[in-house]
Structures are given as structure tokens and as C-alpha cells.
């Protein structure tokens, strides 16, 4: 028994070492914060969308715009793939997080200036457009960054942990803000 707590004590210590090596490493630490902040902003952008789309225009016009993000995103997955292949794969998530901030933040001056629904609606899939090359680029980019098979390794398992992870705080960030700003608003 006392042989086996020792083995798992030592896995659970290169398991540790593995990932600290991923968050020691400036470019793969680099690459896992923005993987974070993607997917906790953009899980609490779609949190308020969808509140949005609920308050215009009713429960339909939540799940038309989740299917229209959804086929866009899923139309567009195989050229992102090449797009990550063919450019600078740095560059290619730079524009891709710029373009789809730039995108959110248009939205959100729609959503507050009055405009009309349909505009937040395109804004909003020209986002989850320009965020669909994000994720092929980063997992092509891990390996080349990670100086181990050990550090790769790490490194997806991080990724996979953000992923998880931001999956639950990126809607509760959304809700906890929709929140604290909506007032005395249903």
C-alpha cells in the first residue's frame, strides 16, 4: 500500500513538473493566457447575446443566431484550418483575436445606441467568423513552442483544462456582469 501511495506521489509530482515547465516556457505561457482570454470573453460575450437576442426578439431569435454562429463557424472550420497553415501562425491569431474583438465591441456600441437587432446579428456572426481561425492556429502553434514531448503534452492538457474551465467562468462572468449593470431591468 505504502509502494503504491509513493508512485502515485511521484506521478503527481512530474505531472507538476510538466506543467510548470508549459507556464515556463514565455511562449507556450503566452499562448495558454490567450487561449483563456478567449474562450472566458468569448463565453461571456455569447451570455450577453443571448440575453440581447431573448429581449428584442424572443426565444427564437436566441437559437436562430446560435444556429447561424454554429453553420457559419462550422462552413468556415476548413479553410481556418488552411488559413492557420498558410500564414504566420502568430499573425494569423493576432488578427483573429483583433477582428473578432473589434467585432464584439461594434456590437456592443450597436446594442447600446438603439440599432437595429439585425446589425448586432451580422456583427455577431462576422465574430464567431473571424474567431473560427483561433483554435486551429493555437493547436498548430503548441508544438512548435513546446521544447518537450513532456511539454507538449502539458500543454494540451493545459488547453484542454482552459477550455473546461473558461467553458464555466466565461458564463458566470457574463451573468455576474449582465448583473451587476442591468439595474431593475426583467
Do not use: C, H
Not at 437587432?117 to 473560427?132: I, S
Amino acid at each position: 500500500m505504502l509502494a503504491r501511495m509513493t508512485r502515485v506521489g511521484q506521478r503527481l509530482r512530474e505531472s507538476m513538473r510538466a506543467f510548470g515547465s508549459v507556464y515556463g516556457n514565455p511562449g507556450l505561457r503566452r499562448l495558454q493566457l490567450a487561449w483563456a482570454s478567449a474562450i472566458i470573453g468569448g463565453w461571456a460575450y455569447i451570455v450577453s447575446l443571448a440575453v440581447f437576442a431573448y429581449r428584442e426578439d424572443g426565444p427564437y431569435a436566441v437559437g436562430g443566431l446560435a444556429v447561424a454562429r454554429w453553420i457559419t463557424s462550422g462552413v468556415a472550420a476548413p479553410i481556418a484550418g488552411v488559413v492557420g497553415d498558410r500564414y504566420p501562425r502568430v499573425r494569423v491569431l493576432i488578427a483573429s483575436s483583433v477582428v473578432r474583438s473589434a467585432m464584439i465591441a461594434l456590437a456592443g456600441v450597436a446594442m447600446l445606441t438603439g440599432v437595429s437587432p439585425f446589425v448586432v446579428y451580422v456583427l455577431a456572426v462576422l465574430a464567431a467568423l473571424a474567431g473560427t481561425v483561433f483554435s486551429p492556429s493555437e493547436a498548430a502553434l503548441v508544438p512548435k513552442l513546446a521544447r518537450s514531448p513532456e511539454e507538449l503534452t502539458a500543454a494540451n492538457v493545459s488547453a484542454s483544462t482552459i477550455d473546461g474551465v473558461g467553458t464555466f467562468l466565461g458564463p458566470a462572468l457574463g451573468g455576474f456582469l449582465l448583473a451587476a449593470t442591468s439595474g431593475d431591468r426583467p
